[in-house]
């Protein structure tokens, strides 16, 4: 696709269900970020794809996240146990990654994650 | 570890003057990007300027610059002209220029800009 596609746009939940964010990033884009906004806040990073070296997964605040990347391309965050904590912006984004390269991240328009 | 800071949360510009929006950073290393985003309501991030590290030139783009101070550490954005649409909040952002699991992006805590008209 053109830009960054995140789904759903918004999703409400049950405190304690678990829920899964989708994110198809820019084609032929090797970098892959997962970042969480809280109301009126800035971007907590959370995880962090390149090509096929491990994830930077030292972002993710509990062992209730997890994120996996499939064949390079889409990825999908997993909240388990959602709590009402969780309840943020979850923003996706990726990029082309080189040596020396000045490269842009571009942004989907994120999941407003809501727990109730 | 790399961290950039954002010390201003809310800042406020008369249509058609000038404002600064300031940011700081941390790093060991000499070669980096710092960018600077725009996120309007709509939550859309928009990149405004980027800067390389290398480079001593300021970057400038239409009624958007930068002021880079590399031995300080310091990276403001200046928009020039400001209008109504420039309203939203502005994110500093460092990357190392390195590639692998170590050049995430970094982000200050933003700074919300309002435009008065």
């Known amino acids: 696709g053109a830009g960054v596609s995140q789904s759903p746009s918004n999703k409400v939940t049950e405190k304690g269900k678990d829920v899964e964010l989708r994110c198809d990033p820019i084609?032929?884009?090797?970098?892959l970020y997962w970042y969480r906004q809280s109301l009126g806040q800035g971007l907590e990073f959370l995880i962090y794809?390149?090509?096929?070296?491990?994830?930077?997964k030292s972002g993710l605040p509990s062992d209730r996240f997890s994120a996996e990347r499939t064949g390079g391309s889409v990825s999908t965050l997993t909240i388990q146990r959602t709590q009402q904590e969780d309840s943020a912006v979850y923003l996706c984004?990726?990029?082309?990654?080189?040596?020396?390269?000045?490269?842009?991240?571009?942004f989907g328009q994120g999941t407003r994650l809501t727990v109730v | 570890a790399q961290t950039v800071t954002q010390s201003q949360p809310e800042m406020s510009v008369q249509e058609a003057e000038t404002v600064t929006l300031s940011c700081t950073y941390d790093?060991?290393?000499?070669?980096?990007?710092l960018f600077w985003y725009k996120q309007p309501p709509s939550r859309q991030m928009i990149l405004v300027i980027r800067q390389e590290a290398y480079k001593q030139q300021n970057a400038t783009e239409n009624r958007f610059s930068v002021n880079f101070q590399k031995a300080a550490k310091s990276f403001s954005l200046k928009i020039s002209d400001s209008q109504l649409g420039d309203a939203a909040m502005y994110f500093c952002?460092?990357?190392?220029?390195?590639?692998?699991?170590?050049?995430?992006?970094?982000f200050g805590k933003g700074i919300t800009l309002s435009v008065r008209p």
């Open positions: 084609s032929g884009h090797t970098a």
């Open positions: 794809f390149q090509g096929n070296s491990a994830p930077d």
């Open positions: 984004a990726s990029s082309l990654v080189g040596t020396g390269a000045s490269t842009e991240a571009f």
């Open positions: 952002a460092y990357r190392t220029g390195g590639t692998g699991a170590n050049s995430k992006l970094t």
């Open positions: 790093t060991s290393e000499s070669d980096y990007y």
